[in-house]
């Protein structure tokens, strides 16, 4: 797929893929990293002992590097995600490098990982977003979620598979 000038492709991740994934946490949730010295958080949950049943990733790949990725697990009542609705919705988490955004790499990870969470029978996915990303609210917005929580600095966005707009033809094993 093009995206801006970029020649990128999108693949599946991946078990060699999890350095990359907890660098682009960093990306993702670092408007929920404000008080360093209170040990971790459920930023850390995102990426901990990956490839658990139904963690699923995608990787933006650019001339051969890493430029973003979008992956989704499931979180438990007990130690939920930022974005958590319940036991049965994955969470899904997303971030392009700051040289790559605006590039179309966003919404190729997206659609190919709503794809993804389609093929392996999920009705629906969650999402926690900064309140103030109007570009990446758009974004979601335009792939069918829609607000269902808030706090005093993020939204919950909740999105039917189905009525996503997922292209199927995005990514390549």
Known sequence: MSAGDAQVVVRRGGAQDVRFLRDMLHHAYYWKERAPDAGPGP?????????????????????????GAAWYRLFGAERPGYGFVDERTPELAIAV?????????????????LGRAREAGYPTISLSVDRNNAGAIELYERHGFARV?????????????DSTQANEGTDTE
């Open 149 to 161: 929580g808030e706090d005093a600095d993020s939204l919950t966005m909740l999105a039917s598979i």
């Open 43 to 67: 930023v850390a949950l995102y990426v901990k002992a990956w490839g658990r049943p139904g963690d699923t990733a995608v990787i933006a790949i650019d001339a051969g590097f890493p430029v």
């Open 97 to 113: 490098v700051p040289s790559a955004r605006g590039k179309g790499v966003g919404t190729a990870l997206l659609e190919a990982l």
